[in-house]
Structures are given as C-alpha cells and as structure tokens.
Nanobody, 116 residues
Framework: VQFVESGGGLVQPGGSLRLSCSASVTVFSIYTVGWYRQAPGTQRELIATLSSSGTTNYGDSVKGRFTISRDNAKKTVYLQMNSLKPEDTAVYYC???????????WGQGTQVTVSS
C-alpha cells in the first residue's frame, strides 16, 4: 500500500503550496503520518509528523512555516507550506507508521520547486 502525493509545482520564494497524499487503506486513523522530502544528492529527510492523537512534530528547517494535518474520513494527509524558500526544493513524500513500523511503501512523491 502506498500513498499518492499531489499538489507540488513551481512557486516563487515566499509563496505557498498545499500538498496532499491519500492512501487506499482499510484503517487510517490509528496511524502516525509523516511528510518527508529529498533534494538531489541528499538523503530523505523527515520534516513533519502527526500522530493518531493529534500530536505534531516538525523539523527545525520547516518549523513555523509548514503545517501538517489530516482528514481521517478521506484518508488524506496535508502539508500546508508557507514562506517557501529555494532550499525547500525537493520531492515530497508521505508515509504512515504504526508504533514505529512502516505500514505504507514509498509513493512517487510530488516535486516542489521554489525559484524566481
């Protein structure tokens, strides 16, 4: 099972984007969901997580600018990205985990490019 990510694109510095990812899973609300990103030549980086109880955590690089949310009825996770910077350019992925173990495969990701 994998998520399908969407919503990426080209945006100018300072702009905003909202990413979405949806998965065809039977159960969704019990999972912790996370957004990751990978820039060329770098390792995949975990940037935001949202637990089943609503606890969020953000990486220092996105804290205060990005917001993760979920709609359990739609089995969808969102990432609202504001004040985008060129260094946010990457392919963005999402993943679900349960007690630390992955329950979804990596999807295709969605490309975000921040450039003037």
């Amino acid at each position: 099972v994998q998520f399908v990510e969407s919503g990426g694109g080209l945006v100018q510095p300072g702009g905003s984007l909202r990413l979405s990812c949806s998965a065809s899973v039977t159960v969704f609300s019990i999972y912790t969901v996370g957004w990751y990103r990978q820039a060329p030549g770098t390792q995949r980086e975990l940037i935001a997580t949202l637990s089943s109880s609503g606890t969020t955590n953000y990486g220092d690089s996105v804290k205060g600018r990005f917001t993760i949310s979920r709609d359990n009825a739609k089995k969808t996770v969102y990432l609202q990205m504001n004040s985008l910077k060129p260094e946010d350019t990457a392919v963005y992925y999402c993943k679900a985990t349960l007690r630390g173990a992955s329950v979804t495969d990596w999807g295709q990701g969605t490309q975000v490019t921040v450039s003037s």
